[in-house]
């Protein structure tokens, strides 16, 4: 898997890895992607049923409470 890093757009970083997880601010796991063979990947966000067993699987003990999820569709999404 590869995995693209931008810091505004301006400092683009590609690199592979086999586990990828995001972390929120505060420091809690809000997304991760591991590659589990040559041609799978598994996915999930906060909020998923599978997302904390997943984090589970892949050694990452730390409990996530979600009390609101606003998505918004990436149509709505701009950068600045």
Same mark, same amino acid.
């Given at each position: ?19 990828? $997880? /995001? ?5 809690? #796991? ?5 590659? +589990?063979?040559?041609? *799978?990947? %598994?996915?999930? $966000? /906060? ?5 904390? #067993? ?5 050694? +990452?003990?730390?409990? *996530?409470? %979600? ?14």
């Amino acid at each position: 898997m590869r995995v693209q890093t931008h810091n505004r757009l301006s400092e683009i970083h590609d690199f592979k890895a086999t586990r990828v $997880v /995001i972390y929120d601010d505060a420091g809690n #796991p809000i997304a991760v992607a591991a590659q +589990i063979g040559p041609d *799978t990947c %598994v996915t999930s $966000v /906060i909020g998923q049923p599978d997302f904390q #067993p997943l984090l589970m699987n892949l050694g +990452i003990h730390s409990t *996530t409470v %979600v009390q609101h999820l606003q998505h918004k569709p990436n149509s709505q999404l701009s950068l600045h």
